[in-house]
């Protein structure tokens, strides 16, 4: 059983063998992967020692303490929150010696192609194909939508449609796509705020190889699920320090600018205040939950919570500025390579903050998921579920 | 750090509060008790204070209390609100308690502790912590005024009564007028007490420390009382609609209540956060006036959507007065005045992390 101790031993070790301060940024990195300090509960061998995730915090805040490099998991966060908890579970020994050290030292980028023109919130009746070819390997055609990081990504997790015959949650195959691959285009998509966080990826014959499936065929909705319920918990189990989310900017321009305030304005944002408060407090309570090995369905509801929170917050600020209300900071394209939530203005977040309760699960389709499986009541009748996705309305 | 969890202990006790309320009180007995001249289950309090010893939770070890925290208070508060149990904890326990511990009057918390008296704070249940309260005239010894809107006072032995000269003083029930007020919550019912000429007795201490003390506590555990309730008409909620078959479905498959409910759920979600940093704070004295404040800020307008919810979707059913949810709003829709208004509690969160008023 490895403890606090042990990994406290093995951290010291760790910046002895490699001190931050001679050891090259990628170096140290691989070295605290191999080590098995990138994420304490991976199996060894795999960035891991196989202790409990809890005790990851002790590593962390040792390395910080000691001013070791960070691997910018926010730069790489579909990598690291929804890739590799897939592979982990679901890949070959080969897939993951091959994909998770550089996807975890953020050499190797990685996005999701998942969403579709044509299937958003039904996400299973995607409609990319992947044919298989007579040696083995699979050829994909289709589109892609709102693939953050496709630009700057060198692998992708892949769902596409394998068999059309059978019905749609039942026909479909994950993959690990090569972004590189000839017939891999990535286009800007530009959003409301202006700028092009997103892509358009269109699939144009892409080539992949047998070996870079993941899971059997067919089964690929079954996999994308650990996928999808790990991208929840990376949107809601985020620690935050009081006022550490979107009501901090409108806090401090409340304190900076009492010509600005009015009653109605003080109402509302004291509402927000204890709103984004309590909302805070059920993060840290989630993740006290899972620290003691008892997770609970908070997780489901947290997204939730932020995208109405942020909204609302948002939209409150834009109100507050008054006449600064009417400008916007710059509408120029960009195509920034992080999410940045709150480091623009009022508007930028406002209008950001509106794609907060649709991207990763629309809230309607969460508040299903909530009703269904936390509360238990019946599912909606549906027309999909016997019939093979050729035959569905489209 | 807060421990926002439940321990294994604390999870000890809601088992052995819900099985006793479980056995020991059903709705159609509630509703027939509010009806009578006595409100209170008298015999269900003996049971939770005696057999139990909750009355003694926060009371010290040394006065034969049982040296608990505001936590496992809290916790019982969860489930008598659950059930809107007729029983003075909050008000005796909870609220009286604490102003008898910040005035160090050890003898009459010895007697609380065994609950052989019960006792109420003569301050109007609507008193947001900090907030100004009405006292009676200290004249030559004897105390005389009238109070209004005592909770539970109807069941108490000992009236906590702050008189003119900045003291708060104990007074025997039996020496005064209580006065029974129709209440909007039938089961946490208000009176009005009035002294005429009482012996004022021992001062017990400064009354303005202890009431604010006391209601405090009593804000910030009511906060897990509305979070029992809420829970309560949101799984009730939940079951009848599984249960219910309209349009030849299951009610509860309609995505329309569905959502609600899940919004619902969501709520109390954060008001169990809300409360427990609450419980927990008052528990360890850190952060408390802003731990309560925001906790009851934000439970009050949830438990009182929880049992608005509970009702309309529970329909015709829901606006009889043989069905329990117009119990659970009546108390819910009171508590949000109790120990202050939401309003009143975002003015002092307004004051402790310094968003002024214009």
Not at chain 1, 42 to 66: H, I, K
Not at chain 1, 285 to 300: K, T, W
Request: net charge negative.
């Amino acid at each position: 059983m490895t403890d606090a101790a042990e990994l406290q031993r093995r951290t010291a070790q760790l910046l002895a063998d490699h001190p931050p301060a001679t050891t090259g940024r990628t170096d140290f990195l691989e070295a605290r992967f191999d080590a098995g300090l990138a994420w304490v509960h991976y199996p060894e061998g795999l960035g891991g020692l196989g202790a409990p995730r809890s005790l990851q915090a002790v590593v962390d805040a040792e390395l910080e303490a000691a001013g070791a490099p960070d691997n910018d998991p926010r730069r790489i966060g579909i990598g690291l929150g929804m890739a590799a908890p897939t592979i982990l579970k679901y890949g070959t020994d080969e897939q993951k010696q091959r994909f998770l050290r550089p996807l975890w030292t953020g050499e190797e980028v990685w996005c999701q192609l998942f969403s579709e023109p044509g299937a958003g919130s039904d996400l299973a009746a995607l409609g990319t194909r992947a044919v298989r070819e007579a040696g083995g390997d699979w050829v994909v055609n289709g589109q892609k939508v709102w693939t953050s990081s496709a630009h700057v990504a060198r692998w992708a997790i892949l769902i596409a449609r394998t068999d059309p015959d059978v019905p749609k949650h039942a026909g479909i195959t994950y993959f690990l796509c090569d972004m590189t691959d000839p017939g891999v285009e990535v286009r800007p998509l530009r959003q409301i705020t202006g700028e092009a966080e997103f892509n358009e990826v269109f699939l144009t014959g892409v080539r992949i190889p047998d070996a870079r499936r993941l899971g059997e065929v067919g089964e690929g909705w079954r996999v994308a699920q650990t996928t999808l319920n790990n991208e929840r918990v990376a949107i809601g189990g985020m620690r935050l320090p009081r006022e550490g989310g979107m009501i901090g900017p409108i806090a401090r321009t409340w304190r900076e600018r009492p010509e600005l305030r009015t009653h109605d304005l003080h109402q509302r944002l004291l509402k927000l205040w204890v709103e984004a408060e309590v909302a805070r407090l059920t993060g840290e309570r989630l993740r006290q939950q899972l620290a003691s090995g008892q997770p609970g369905p908070e997780g489901a509801g947290m997204k939730l919570a932020f995208a109405r929170l942020n909204q609302e917050i948002s939209g409150l600020e834009v109100e507050l500025r008054g006449e600064e209300g009417l400008l916007y900071d710059d509408w120029t394209m960009r195509r920034p390579e992080l999410v940045d939530f709150t480091g623009r203005d009022a508007g930028y977040r406002y209008l950001r903050s509106k794609g907060n309760s649709i991207e990763g699960g629309t809230s309607e389709v969460l508040l299903n998921i909530v009703a269904e499986r936390v509360l238990g009541l019946p599912s909606e009748p549906r027309t999909d579920k016997d019939v093979a996705w050729k035959d569905l309305a489209r | 750090m807060t421990d926002l969890l439940y321990s294994e202990e604390e999870e000890a006790l809601r088992s052995a509060v819900r099985d006793l309320l479980t056995d020991r009180l059903d709705p159609a007995g509630v509703i027939a008790r509010t009806e009578s001249d006595a409100p209170h289950d008298v015999s269900l309090w003996k049971t939770l204070t005696g057999d139990m010893g909750l009355a003694g939770l926060l009371i010290p070890e040394e006065l034969d209390g049982q040296g608990a925290t505001h936590r496992e208070a809290a916790v019982v508060l969860e489930e008598l609100g659950r059930t809107v149990a007729p029983v003075p904890y909050l008000t005796s326990a909870v609220v009286a308690t604490e102003a008898l511990l910040a005035c160090g009057a050890d003898d009459l918390l010895v007697r609380l502790a065994s609950a052989t008296t019960v006792a109420a704070l003569a301050v109007g249940l609507h008193t947001a912590p900090g907030a100004a309260f009405p006292a009676v005239r200290l004249e030559n010894g004897l105390l005389s005024g009238e109070l209004t809107g005592i909770a539970d006072a109807v069941a108490a032995d000992l009236l906590l009564v702050p008189a003119d000269d900045g003291g708060l003083y104990a007074v025997q029930a039996s020496s005064v007028t209580v006065t029974s007020q129709v209440s909007f919550d039938l089961t946490r019912p208000l009176a009005t007490v009035t002294l005429a000429g009482t012996p004022a007795g021992a001062r017990l201490g400064d009354a303005g420390p202890a009431v604010r003390r006391a209601l405090r506590a009593g804000a910030g555990l009511l906060a897990s009382e509305q979070l029992g309730l809420a829970e309560w008409a949101l799984t009730e909620t939940v079951r009848y609609l599984k249960e219910r078959k309209q349009f030849n479905r299951s009610v509860g498959g309609f995505q329309a209540l569905k959502h609600r409910l899940a919004q619902l759920w969501l709520e109390v979600v954060n008001l169990r956060a809300g409360a427990r940093a609450a419980a927990d704070a008052l528990a360890n004295g850190e952060d408390a006036d802003l731990a309560t404040a925001v906790a009851q800020a934000y439970a009050a307008p949830v438990a009182v959507r929880a049992a608005e919810e509970a009702l309309q979707l529970h329909a015709g059913i829901g606006m009889t007065w043989e069905h329990p949810v117009h119990l659970c709003l009546k108390r819910a829709k009171a508590d949000s005045i109790a120990y202050g208004t939401a309003g009143a509690h975002r003015t002092a969160v307004a004051e402790l992390v310094d968003l002024r008023a214009p």
